[in-house]
């Protein structure tokens, strides 16, 4: 019988808000926080049982020296293992996560740690006049999240308005759906739903020192009537400050094995990992492709959208999950109403941030034990990335 690939642990930092608590906080001491929290689990330190480490980083420059990071986690955790940095845009994670299934599958090793880290509070300004100098006249420097885009493409922001038009949602739904995150965040929040995946850091704001135990960035007492007047940012239609997420600092980290391995090392895995899959459309498609990604990864696990209890769909903007949505219930509106209702149950990235380099995990780690407080299930989680990659999971908890 051919074994199963199973989660063994999950933890993240909570996420911060830009220039907010975690600020101060190299991007490299939260990986190893987030890190180091999901290897001690249920009564073990697994540190010396992972063959192989994966990190997903999106903007290398936030770190001190922007090259082979993950090996520099590695080394700070002290795991003496290969290490694999990659960027995949916001879905680097998730293929982190993937290219550790893959691994798993060929039996080149049995057990992975995944991580996936960003500092946007930490991304600096860059020249690229002053290595030859500059003579005479002014030094410009360029802010690379600000907006973000790419050479030749519009903005994310414009991207994310226009498949919103494509697609028939207005900009009231956009917001709407906005409000509704993060009243879900607060509700989940207070209930302690949090709990299983967040681990508190110690945080320093000038001289204050003190712990940051619960996502800094949602606002739960917004209301419909103040976002809608928020204005368009960047040249879109309707993605506005309101209808998306802020930029955000933060961590995740998730420790992946064959279930013989976990078996052998006494462990009661989380949940399976059933289907991954990754995908592309044209580069402008950010708000659809998690919808073609997810059906790709029902394909291939020979699943269908309805066996599916919950679905994550990460808020890089509202449009993803609604469009998507949308998509997925083949633009019949009832079907997408009701769709609607299975997706970001707790709150999204609008509410609880999205560090672009650490959601993918955080969407999938969410997921993951909300359906084990609801008894089990299977789930789908799905993220888009810049110039259109999408990265879908399947899990059975």
Same mark, same amino acid.
Request: aromatic residues 6%; contains cysteine; glycine residues 10%.
């Given at each position: 019988?051919?074994?199963?690939?199973?989660?063994?642990?999950?933890?993240?930092?909570?996420?911060?808000?830009?220039?907010?608590?975690?600020?101060?906080?190299?991007?490299?001491?939260?990986?190893?926080?987030?890190?180091?929290?999901?290897?001690?689990?249920?009564?073990?330190?697994?540190?010396?049982?992972?063959?192989?480490?994966?990190?997903?980083?999106?903007?290398?420059?936030?770190?001190?020296?922007?090259?082979?990071?993950?090996?520099?986690?590695?080394?700070?955790?002290?795991?003496?293992?290969?290490?694999?940095?990659?960027?995949?845009?916001?879905?680097?994670?998730?293929?982190?996560?993937?290219?550790?299934?893959?691994?798993?599958?060929?039996?080149?090793?049995?057990?992975?740690?995944?991580?996936?880290?960003?500092?946007?509070?930490?991304?600096?300004?860059?020249?690229?006049?002053?290595?030859?100098?500059?003579?005479?006249?002014?030094?410009?420097?360029?802010?690379?999240?600000?907006?973000?885009?790419? &050479?030749?493409?519009?903005?994310?922001?414009?991207?994310?308005?226009?498949?919103?038009?494509?697609?028939?949602? &207005?900009?009231?739904?956009?917001?709407?759906?906005?409000?509704?995150?993060?009243?879900?965040?607060?509700?989940?929040?207070?209930?302690?739903?949090?709990?299983?995946?967040?681990?508190?850091?110690?945080?320093?704001?000038?001289?204050?020192?003190?712990?940051?135990?619960?996502?800094?960035?949602?606002?739960?007492?917004?209301?419909?009537?103040?976002?809608?007047?928020?204005?368009?940012?960047?040249?879109?239609?309707?993605?506005?400050?309101?209808?998306? &997420?802020?930029?955000?600092?933060?961590?995740?980290?998730?420790?992946?094995?064959?279930?013989?391995?976990?078996?052998?090392?006494?462990?009661? &895995?989380?949940?399976?990992?059933?289907?991954?899959?990754?995908?592309?459309?044209?580069?402008?498609?950010?708000?659809?492709?998690?919808?073609?990604?997810?059906?790709?990864?029902?394909?291939?696990?020979?699943?269908?959208?309805?066996?599916?209890?919950?679905?994550?769909?990460?808020?890089?903007?509202?449009?993803?999950?609604?469009?998507?949505?949308?998509?997925?219930?083949?633009?019949?509106?009832?079907?997408?109403?009701?769709?609607?209702?299975?997706?970001?149950?707790?709150?999204?990235?609008?509410?609880?941030?999205?560090?672009?380099?650490?959601?993918?995990?955080?969407?999938?780690?969410?997921?993951?034990?909300?359906?084990?407080?609801?008894?089990?299930?299977?789930?789908?989680?799905?993220?888009?990335?810049?110039?259109?990659?999408?990265?879908?999971?399947?899990?059975?908890?």
């Amino acid at each position: 019988m051919a074994d199963k690939y199973v989660i063994v642990s999950a933890k993240r930092t909570p996420f911060g808000r830009y220039l907010g608590a975690l600020s101060e906080i190299e991007p490299l001491d939260l990986a190893v926080h987030a890190a180091k929290s999901a290897l001690v689990t249920q009564g073990k330190d697994l540190k010396t049982e992972i063959d192989h480490v994966f990190v997903g980083n999106c903007i290398p420059g936030s770190f001190e020296t922007g090259s082979v990071t993950g090996r520099q986690i590695s080394l700070k955790l002290g795991i003496n293992q290969f290490t694999i940095t990659l960027d995949t845009a916001c879905c680097s994670p998730l293929t982190a996560l993937r290219m550790a299934l893959w691994g798993l599958k060929l039996g080149e090793y049995s057990s992975a740690l995944v991580i996936g880290v960003e500092s946007m509070s930490r991304v600096p300004h860059v020249s690229r006049e002053l290595r030859t100098g500059v003579r005479i006249g002014e030094v410009k420097l360029k802010d690379q999240i600000f907006p973000i885009s790419y &050479p030749g493409y519009n903005s994310v922001a414009v991207d994310a308005s226009n498949g919103a038009e494509k697609y028939g949602v &207005p900009k009231r739904m956009l917001d709407a759906w906005a409000v509704a995150s993060n009243r879900k965040w607060f509700a989940a929040e207070k209930s302690g739903k949090f709990l299983d995946e967040i681990s508190p850091i110690t945080a320093k704001k000038g001289r204050e020192s003190f712990v940051l135990s619960s996502d800094e960035g949602p606002r739960p007492n917004s209301l419909l009537a103040q976002v809608e007047q928020l204005p368009p940012v960047f040249g879109s239609k309707t993605t506005t400050a309101g209808n998306a &997420p802020g930029l955000n600092d933060g961590a995740s980290a998730m420790v992946v094995m064959t279930e013989k391995r976990a078996f052998k090392l006494g462990l009661q &895995p989380l949940a399976e990992i059933v289907e991954a899959a990754g995908e592309i459309d044209m580069p402008s498609g950010i708000s659809w492709i998690p919808a073609l990604t997810i059906k790709k990864a029902l394909s291939r696990a020979g699943q269908d959208l309805s066996n599916m209890n919950l679905v994550e769909i990460n808020e890089a903007f509202a449009a993803m999950p609604l469009v998507s949505a949308k998509i997925l219930a083949d633009d019949d509106k009832g079907r997408w109403f009701k769709l609607l209702q299975k997706i970001n149950v707790n709150g999204g990235a609008i509410a609880m941030g999205h560090p672009v380099g650490a959601s993918g995990l955080r969407i999938a780690m969410t997921m993951m034990y909300e359906l084990r407080r609801r008894g089990g299930g299977m789930g789908v989680a799905a993220i888009c990335g810049g110039l259109t990659q999408g990265e879908a999971v399947i899990i059975r908890a």
